[in-house]
Structures are given as structure tokens and as C-alpha cells.
């Protein structure tokens, strides 16, 4: 904190203005006469400048009265004004139909002509994602920009976000594009779990302020992105923040936003049978085949509840039962018990920024205080960070630039499974949540346990409650980035340039578990730091020339080195503690135990150069060309393919500069590009050292045996992954600027994935590394921007995205045709695995489970062909689907097409702004539906219960009972199946059903109906369940994703209490979804993890709809 409160000096001491000698005032207004608010007001020759307050007005001070001044603002054409002793100027400002003079940050921060670009980019205004009241600034982003997929991973206020930009490049985990603040970068690490854990922390991102963001520019294709080196493989998200501006008076702007989470709807559960087993199952009914009969009695014969993850039982009919404490109910469902769970978030946001300066020097200021309470219970988040900057011309040739940023943040208790107790956890549909959450401790402090004769043991979940409400998993983070830039301008045509950054990451993390045994006995303590630390600086030379002939060129030099060092230690106790409730290491049982590993180090050494060449202001070349040299490429002898260039070339031509075209069409660009990007791997991959696996028994005692770390042979020949690409695109408008069509194709493909593959037992190790694999994403992006109404009071806007990206694997390594993402095709908790398959896409889903089809070798025009095969269970007397067992594609994650729709309205002070995005196509596993099906727990499953659900009547000739829970599904008999019946004599016959479908069978008298629940259970069970439309399920979806009132009041009322300008507004976010394929009202956004491959959906996340308010003021 010391060294924050130094830097803050430093930057505060470089913040001294000069006083201006004259002061100018005066209105910026539109051809409709209204006030123009943000209009940049700029003293010509000078950084000297200010902006319009909401009613268009401005103030600002100048050197003399003879000085010019420069009015701009997007959309409206440029305009200069000599004051010529004048101390109040208005100005109208004609709009412009093209707005393609604006300006926009590129890679390393370079700003750039938007006409120029020879490559697609998207900026969306800072305000705007700040305005979406998200801790992460990838949630902001989205439905803002083609090609850009992004969905959260988890269901905590901090979790990580899962964003790829034209699909998967790599066969990593991390397919994510690189966020770049102020040149700094951020790296968007992985933070999710995987199918089997949670824990997502989140990574860097949240320590971010969205309201310090001026804009935001996403880079998607290579050639945008080339000169940020591999470090941008993904695609980069480069933010600018705010800057201070020059103004007679300090300038303050305070801002508050307060919201709500309301918790509203969650999975469709069934509410009409409660906890027991299913027919064909293990029971303790008198009559297996009809549990929903019966209850089991206890020694009295009294009917009580058995915890079980199955709801097969008694129908929830009010019956008096003894509940799982003994005490006696009602036995009704409770339909609410899922929502009954959560608790109410919400989000206090406050920020005060004070800015200002004069001719030579400007700063701002800004400080923030952002709490939430999550809905999960438990789950907070806080953060504090102050920001700085300030600039300062020194003379008229050395300018300097110097900016901190520091944020505290605690994020507490993270996502911890608590809705999967509704699926596998015992909590069925006759759990009383808002009972049970608050009565989970017995009287000595711990868990009700049975050998303590604790009444209440056998209540399903209080486990989890006292780990939710006792418990505390706590981080404490702090993130530090400090630029600094000095600019020496030696000529008109030739500067030098030396900038650089510092950023760090601390986080230091407890882990307090009180003992849930008895008087608190166990428990533990987990106490561990980690420390991320960057550093870069680069050299320019910069070079720019106004040629002869129309010719405009400047080139640039750059020389760059970054480095970057990790390190983590931790400790624990063992045994549990000693004194209950005492978190400290010295109270562990036995000796506690400890990990670390300390300077986990990388460095980039860069040359760069780029050129710039216009012809007449309508044709722009763009040359760029990078070589890095990087240390995890390079061995310990110095060796290794550690160097590698990457050029890109991209054109740009305005063709209505070129052509006299008709008055109706605006603009027209047409681009192209090409770029080679490459990309290196993790520290000390290629280094790895060895590590201590035991000892063997040898004549001479035992030996210590070594292995390489990891048990992967390192591989001598490593070469940087690269990727090549290609991309043309257009940019036409018309009618005024009333109708835009932005169109972009693109093809990459990346070579020499870095990966690590099996190894054969003999070699002593289980992987090996190697370079392989050739991943290929094509695609198109499609923006249209339409202003059907523009009038003097009202306008309306609408804008409509639009991506299709289709990704293709070309080639693996030999005698590799499948790579392994994520999950598991044969195991895990739905026998499904993402794979990257040689001729198929990234992330298509095999599984050894799919239903074996019928086919008629002798027939191929038989109706059957196709249908599901059925296996007879004759000790059950029911079918089930046969499962292959066979290895195969199953579905594919990825979507056909995403995009959005934003539409904005604006009448005189009012404004309203409403944002939906889609995704249609891309299949999950359901690990919610495979075992929500299996275990009778959702509404589907009602089908076939009883005569209400259509559940067939028929009298058993087996069992002598009477039953209304049968159905007939739709297969074919596997051939050679034999069915034994009783005929009306009471003999038992064989019936030969092979080939015939179930209903062919039933029809002829030759079989009995399936009961539903023994079909629903097996069908969908992890050991002999098969895919199908619960197991893998398509995940498309429209959704509402924002909607924006602001009004912003006069300044005749706000001037009257010292306020320039305010305005207020309500907002709700994720309001609801128009659409949606998955069953059961399952959320689309349960998919787990933020990990490139990962499809899993572990656990339902409930439907959260976000309401809030903001006040933004300016003194």
C-alpha cells in the first residue's frame, strides 16, 4: 500500500495546470437546434480541450484571444472557428452521413481513421458497458459485436466468462482473446472447473472498472491483431480509458448505481410424486412393481420418509407421515423449494472522478466502491480501486503520459454445487428448503449424526447448509498496473517514443472449515499466496512524410521486452484442528502441510515495424511485420526454434472517393487482408526438469527414482504454433446514413499445435509433446445498421448482428484422428467427451452410448430401419433401449449462427435503449437431464405414470396386479427376442417378437406394457442409459438481454443547485428468454467452466433477472 501511496503522489505532483488567460463559453448544437452533450471542444495546436455537458453547453479556458477552436463529434462533420477576440462561441454542427473520419484504438494503442483499416474491428463506447451493471467486462460485451461468443461459466457474482472470437484456434483450454487496458495486457486466464468440481474464482478481469472505460475496440482477425504477437492469437479487446481535459474549473462527476437480483424460475420440476424407488428396482414395497402405493413403516407401522434420490413414491397427496426428524406432516410437494434456495442479490456501484488542467497539463482521478451480494448464498463480492492519470506537455517537443491503477478486491465464497442436490442430493420434490437451510445444526454445535442419536440425521443436505453458512472460502486480491509514455517529437517528421508498464497481481486466499463433527470436532485451515508480476517497456521510432503525387507514408520502429514471473506457496492444516474454531496453522493435529513453487518465469524479446501508406485519402496500405524470441521455446543450452516472424499486409480502398458515385449512396469501402500469427507455450514445458516418484527396492536398499515432471518426455524439436489468415470484407452506406451493410469473410487456420499425446507404457511416461494439427475456422460476420425515423425530436436506430463461423479439423498427427477436449466419451457423469476429430469440427461430442438403430439387411426401404432396437429385461418385464457400445459422433457444440438485435430510441430528453442476442445451434451434454429424467424429478417424466399422464390400464398375468402406469415406446425388437406371456389357461408361453415394433408385439397379445418409471429409469441411467433427447440436448437460444430508460434533466433546474448536468435511469438485465431448446426449462448458461472444449452442464443455475437504477451527475 505504501508504494500505491507514493505512485499516487508522484502522479498528483505532475498534475499542476497552467492558468489560461482567457475563458470561452458558449453552446454546440445540431441542425435540429438541440444541444450536442460530449461534443469535443479542442483548442487547435494543443492537448487543450474539454467536452459538451448534456445540454450542449461549454467552458473553456484558451491561451489568447486569438486562438482556434476545433468542434467535433461522431456522426457530424468537423468544424474550426477562429475566436478572433470573441469570448462566447455557438456553433451548429452539420451532420455528417459518413462518420468515418472517427477515430479508433488499434493494436498497441495506436489510433487509426476507421476508413483506413483494412480489417473488420467493432468499438462500442465505454458508457455502455458500464451501463450494463456486470463486475466483468465480458458479460458487457455481449450481443455487442459479430462473431463474438460469450456465456458465463458459472453461477457466482465473480465466476469467469467464457468469450471466443471466430471460434477455436488451438487445441489448449484457453481459446480466449487477451484484454489490453491502456497498452497493458491482461491475460484472460481459464478459471472455471471442470464437469467434476466448481470453485470458479474468476481471473483478473473483475478487478477491472468499467466506468473508467472511453472505449472498448475488439480485434477479431490476425491482421488486426499481429503486432500484439502471440500473445493476441485469440483476438484482443483493447480498452482506453478516460483522460482528464482542460477546463477553467475542477471538473466532478459522481455516479451511483443500484440494483437488484431477483431470483424467478428454475428447472420444471414434477410436483406430483415424491421420494421413492421405481418399478424393476431394488425395494423395500410390498409390491415392487407399485412403490407409489406405499410408504415404508417403522417399528409402530407408521408410515415415514427414507431419503432417496429417486421420486417414484407416493403420490404427494397431503397423507400424514412421519418426516425425516421424526415429526409428523403432511406429505405435499413443496413446488418452490428450488427457488427457496437463494437468496436476493444485489449491487451498490459508486464513483467519483475529478479531472481537469490547463494548456501544458491535465489529470483525472477517479475512485470507486462496488459491493454485491450474490444470489447464491454465501457468494459476496467488494472491490475499491482508485485510478489516475495525467498528461503533460513540457514543451513543444517532449510530452509525457503517466497513469495508476489499484484495485482491492475480496471475493467470497464462490458457486459450491448447492443445486445439484436437487438432481443426485436427495432433495425431492417434498424437501422443504425453507425449513431444512435454517435447522441443519444439532444441539453440540455440529451436524445431526446418527452414533450421537441426533435427531434429524437422516435429513438429506444439512451437510451442505453447515458448509454453506459455516464455512468461509475468502481471497484477498490486489491488482496494480502503472504506464508511463514519453513522446519527443525532434522534427515534424521523425519521434521517439519510450514506453512501458508495470502489472501485478497478488491474491492471498483462506480457506475456514469449521468441524461438523461432534462439539465441532475436525476442520481445517488453508492459508496460500500466489503472485503474478509483469513488466514491459518498448522503444519507437516513428517516421512520417507527406510525399509528393497525393502519397501520405509513415513507418515505425519498435523495439520491445516483457517478462513475466509467478509464484504460489500454501499451507494446511492435517487432522483437523485442535481447538474447534481456531483458524490458525499451529492448531492442526499433526504436522501441517505446505507446497510451492516460486519464479515460474517467461520473457518476450520483440522487434516490430509498421508502415502506413495513403494515396489521395481513398487508398490505405497497412504493412506490419514481428519477430519474437521467446524463452519458453528455448532450451537450456541456448538452443530451440525460439524465433519466429509474422507479417500481415491489409488494403483499404474508398471507393466513392474514387468513383462519382450517386448522391444516394454515402460510402463505400472495400478491404482485404492477409497475416501469419504465431504462438509459443507454457514456461519450462520443453525444460521440464525432473521430479522424486519413490524409491525402489534394490540389493543395496532402497534407490530414489526420478522422472521427468510432469512424466512427459520433452521434445527437442518444439516449433511455434503459427496461424495463417485471410479476409475481405465491405463497408457500404446509403441514404444519408440511414441504411449501412458491414460484411466480412474470413478463413484462418493454425498449424503446429503444441499438444501433449499418450505415450507407450514401455517409455516410462505417459505423454509426450509435440507439434501437430492444422485447425481451420471460416466464417462470415454481418452488421446492418438501419435509422428508419429522424426528425427533429425522435429518432429511432437499429442495428442487427450477425456471425456464422464453421470450424474444421484438417489434420491431427499421424495415427491420431481424435483429440480429447474435455469430458469423457466412456465415462464421467454423462458419457459424453468434446473431441477435436480429423474431418469433423472442434468440440464435436462422441459417446460409447448411442442407441443401436434397426436395420433390415434384406429391406433397405423397411419403415423400421432407424427406429431404436429394444432389449427385452424378462425379470423385469420391461425393455430397454440397446446401447451400442461403440465409440461415435453424436453432436457438435458448436452453433450454426449467433447475433443480436439492438434498437434505441431517443425523444427530445428521453432515450430507451434494448438489446437482444441469439444463438441457434450447438448441442450439450445434460447432466441435469440425464439424471433429472432418470431420477422422476422433472415434469417430462410424468408421461405414462398413471391414466391422467397417459398412463396405459392393464392387468398383470405375471404378478396378478393391476397397474395404469404402462406405455408402449417406439422400437423395434432386437432379432432373435423372445418374450415369455401367460395365455388366458394361466400357461406360460414364448412368444418370438424379433423384428416386430413394441406396439406390433402388444397388438398381438404377445407382450405387456413397459412400466413408465422402470423405461424413464433405464433409458436414461449412467450404466445402461443412451443418448437421447435428455442426454444431448441443442442449446439455442433468444434471449432479452438489456433494456436502458434514461431521461436527462434540464440544466435550468440542476444549475439552480450547483449541478451542470444529471440525468437518471432504470435498466433491467436479462429479462427473459423470447426462445429456448432445452428441456425442462433448463438455463442455457449452465454449462460449466470457461475451458475452450468444455459442452457439460452439470448444474441448473437459476433464472436471474437483474433491475436497477443510476444517478450520473457533473458538478
Not at 509467478?566 to 494446511?572: E, F, R, V
Amino acid at each position: 500500500m505504501r508504494k500505491v501511496l507514493i505512485l499516487m503522489t508522484m502522479c498528483l505532483a505532475l498534475a499542476v495546470s497552467a492558468m489560461a488567460q482567457v475563458t470561452v463559453t458558449g453552446k454546440v448544437t445540431g441542425e435540429d437546434g438541440l444541444g450536442i452533450p460530449g461534443a469535443s471542444v479542442l483548442e487547435k495546436g494543443t492537448t487543450n480541450g474539454t467536452v459538451t455537458n448534456l445540454d450542449g453547453d461549454y467552458t473553456i479556458r484558451v491561451a489568447n484571444s486569438e486562438a482556434t477552436l476545433v468542434f467535433s463529434f461522431m456522426g457530424y462533420t468537423t468544424q474550426e472557428v477562429a475566436l478572433q477576440g470573441r469570448s462566447s462561441v455557438n456553433v451548429t454542427l452539420q451532420f455528417s452521413t459518413l462518420a468515418v473520419d472517427e477515430v479508433v484504438v488499434t493494436a498497441l494503442g495506436i489510433k487509426r481513421q476507421s476508413k483506413a483499416l483494412g480489417y473488420a474491428v467493432t468499438e462500442v463506447k465505454g458508457e455502455t458497458l458500464a451501463g450494463a451493471g456486470t463486475i466483468s467486462p465480458v458479460m458487457a460485451l455481449q450481443g455487442r459485436a459479430a462473431g463474438v461468443d460469450i456465456a458465463p461459466s458459472e453461477g457466482s457474482v465473480f465466476s469467469g466468462s467464457k468469450i471466443t472470437i471466430r471460434g477455436n484456434s488451438t487445441l489448449g483450454s484457453n481459446n480466449m482473446p487477451i484484454f489490453v487496458v491502456d497498452g497493458v495486457i491482461i491475460d484472460n486466464e481459464v478459471s472455471g472447473g471442470s464437469e467434476w468440481g466448481s470453485g470458479d474464482w474468476g481471473n483478473n478481469l473483475k478487478n477491472l472498472n468499467s466506468d473508467e472505460f472511453e472505449s472498448v475496440t475488439v480485434l477479431k482477425g490476425s491482421a488486426a491483431t499481429a503486432l500484439y504477437g502471440s500473445r493476441a492469437l485469440n483476438g484482443a479487446i483493447v480498452i482506453t480509458t478516460k483522460s482528464g481535459k482542460a477546463r477553467k474549473d475542477l471538473g466532478v462527476r459522481f455516479s451511483q448505481r443500484y440494483s437488484v437480483k431477483d431470483v424467478y424460475d428454475g428447472p420444471a420440476f414434477q410436483n406430483v410424486y415424491g421420494e421413492g424407488t421405481i418399478p424393476g428396482y431394488a425395494t423395500w414395497a410390498p409390491d415392487r412393481y407399485a412403490p407409489s402405493k406405499y410408504f415404508p413403516q417403522n417399528a409402530a407401522g407408521e408410515p415415514y420418509l427414507s431419503p432417496t434420490v429417486l421420486s417414484y413414491g407416493h403420490k404427494m397427496d397431503g397423507t400424514r407421515v412421519r418426516d425425516w426428524d421424526g415429526q409428523w406432516i403432511d406429505y405435499n410437494p413443496q413446488p418452490d423449494n428450488f427457488l427457496q434456495i437463494f437468496d436476493q442479490g444485489m449491487q451498490s456501484n459508486t464513483n467519483l472522478t475529478l479531472d481537469g488542467g490547463g494548456d501544458n497539463s491535465t489529470f483525472l482521478i477517479s475512485l470507486s466502491n462496488l459491493t454485491e451480494k450474490g444470489t447464491m448464498p454465501g457468494n459476496k463480492f467488494a472491490r475499491n480501486s482508485v485510478f489516475s492519470k495525467v498528461t503533460r506537455d513540457f514543451n513543444k517537443y517532449i510530452s509525457s503520459e503517466l497513469s495508476l491503477s489499484y484495485a482491492n478486491a475480496v471475493p467470497e465464497n464462490p458457486e459450491r454445487d448447492i443445486m445439484q442436490n436437487f438432481i443426485t442430493g436427495s432433495w425431492a420434490r417434498n424437501y422443504d428448503a425453507s425449513r431444512w437451510k435454517n435447522n441443519y445444526k444439532a444441539e453440540h454445535g455440529g451436524t445431526p449424526r446418527q452414533d450421537n442419536n441426533d435427531p434429524g440425521y437422516q435429513v438429506p443436505g444439512h451437510g451442505l447448509w453447515f458448509d454453506v453458512y459455516e464455512n468461509s472460502r475468502q481471497r484477498i486480491e490486489e491488482s496494480l498496473r502503472l504506464t508511463g509514455k514519453i513522446d519527443i517529437n525532434l522534427t515534424d517528421w521523425f519521434s521517439i517514443v519510450l514506453d512501458g508498464y508495470v502489472n501485478n497481481y497478488y491474491t492471498k486466499y483462506e480457506n475456514k472449515i469449521l468441524g461438523s463433527g461432534y462439539r465441532n470436532e475436525g476442520g481445517s485451515y488453508e492459508l496460500g499466496h500466489s503472485r503474478k508480476e509483469q513488466y514491459d517497456g518498448k522503444l519507437w521510432l516513428n517516421f512520417k512524410k507527406k510525399l509528393d503525387n497525393g502519397l501520405d507514408g509513415s513507418l515505425s520502429l519498435v523495439a520491445e521486452h516483457w517478462q513475466q514471473s509467478n509464484s504460489y506457496t500454501g499451507a494446511w492444516t492435517n487432522g483437523g484442528l485442535i481447538v474447534p474454531g481456531i483458524f490458525a496453522l499451529s492448531n492442526s493435529r499433526t504436522e501441517p502441510g505446505q507446497n510451492a513453487y516460486i519464479d515460474s518465469e517467461k520473457t518476450l524479446q520483440s522487434m516490430m515495424f509498421f508502415s502506413d501508406i495513403s494515396y489521395k485519402d481513398q487508398l490505405f496500405l497497412s504493412i506490419t511485420g514481428r519477430n519474437d524470441w521467446s524463452s519458453t521455446l528455448t532450451y537450456a543450452d541456448g538452443s530451440g526454434n525460439n524465433s519466429y516472424f509474422y507479417p500481415s499486409v491489409s488494403l483499404s480502398w474508398i471507393a466513392t472517393e474514387t468513383f462519382d458515385l450517386p448522391n444516394w449512396m454515402d460510402f463505400g469501402k472495400l478491404r482485404f487482408s492477409l497475416a501469419h500469427v504465431g504462438n509459443d507455450y507454457s514456461p519450462y514445458a520443453i525444460n521440464p526438469g525432473f521430479n522424486r516418484k519413490g524409491t525402489v527396492l534394490s540389493y543395496n536398499g532402497d534407490l530414489p527414482r526420478y522422472s521427468f515432471k510432469n512424466d512427459q518426455i520433452p521434445n527437442i524439436n518444439i516449433r511455434p504454433e503459427n496461424k495463417k489468415s485471410v479476409e475481405m470484407g465491405l463497408d457500404v452506406r446509403f441514404f444519408e446514413n440511414r441504411f449501412g451493410v458491414d460484411f466480412t469473410y474470413y478463413k484462418e487456420n493454425t498449424f503446429n499445435q503444441i499438444l501433449s499425446i499418450p505415450a507407450p507404457f514401455e517409455s516410462g511416461v505417459s505423454s509426450l509433446l509435440i507439434n501437430a494439427g492444422n485447425i481451420q475456422n471460416q466464417g462470415i460476420e454481418l452488421m446492418l445498421h438501419f435509422t428508419p425515423v429522424r426528425t427533429r425530436d425522435f429518432e429511432w436506430n437499429l442495428d442487427v448482428n450477425f456471425a456464422r463461423n464453421r470450424n474444421k479439423i484438417i489434420e491431427l498427427y499421424e495415427g491420431i484422428d481424435e483429440y480429447l477436449l474435455d469430458g469423457d466419451w466412456g465415462y464421467g457423469n454423462t458419457r459424453i467427451g468434446s473431441v477435436a476429430k480429423v474431418g469433423g469440427a472442434y468440440g464435436v461430442l462422441m459417446s460409447d452410448s448411442s442407441p443401436v438403430k434397426y436395420n433390415n439387411p434384406n429391406d433397405p426401404n423397411d419403415p423400421r430401419n432407424g427406429m431404436i432396437q429394444l432389449t427385452w429385461d424378462a425379470a423385469n418385464r420391461g425393455v430397454r433401449a440397446a446401447r451400442d457400445q461403440k465409440k461415435s459422433v453424436v453432436g457438435d457444440m458448436n452453433p450454426d449462427f449467433t447475433g443480436s438485435v439492438n434498437t434505441s430510441f431517443s425523444y427530445k430528453r428521453f432515450s430507451m435503449d434494448a438489446l437482444f442476442d441469439f444463438k441457434i445451434g450447438g448441442d450439450i451434454s445434460s447432466y441435469s437431464g440425464r439424471y433429472g429424467t432418470a431420477y422422476g424429478l422433472f415434469e417430462s417424466t410424468l408421461q405414462g405414470r398413471d391414466p391422467e399422464f397417459g398412463g396405459i390400464s392393464w392387468n398383470s398375468g405375471f404378478t396378478g396386479g393391476s397397474y395404469t402406469d404402462g406405455v408402449i415406446v417406439d422400437g423395434v425388437f432386437a432379432p432373435g427376442t423372445t418374450v415369455q406371456m401367460k395365455n388366458s389357461a394361466g400357461e406360460t408361453v414364448s412368444h418370438n417378437v424379433g423384428g416386430m415394433t413394441y406396439q406390433e408385439a402388444y397388438d398381438n397379445g404377445m407382450v405387456e406394457p413397459t412400466h413408465s418409471g422402470y423405461w424413464t429409469y433405464w433409458n436414461n441411467s449412467w450404466g445402461t442409459g443412451v443418448i437421447n433427447d435428455a442426454v444431448l440436448q441443442e442449446n439455442s437460444y433468444v434471449g432479452f438481454r438489456q433494456l436502458t430508460l434514461t431521461y436527462n434533466i434540464p440544466s435550468s433546474l440542476t444549475q439552480k443547485v450547483g449541478i451542470s448536468a444529471a440525468n437518471i435511469g432504470v435498466y433491467g438485465r436479462d429479462l427473459g428468454f423470447l426462445y429456448k431448446t432445452l428441456k425442462d426449462n433448463l438455463h442455457p448458461f449452465s454449462v460449466r467452466s470457461n475451458r475452450s472444449g468444455a459442452a457439460h452442464e452439470w448444474q441448473q443455475i437459476p433464472y436471474v433477472r437483474t433491475f436497477g437504477a443510476t444517478l450520473n451527475l457533473s458538478l
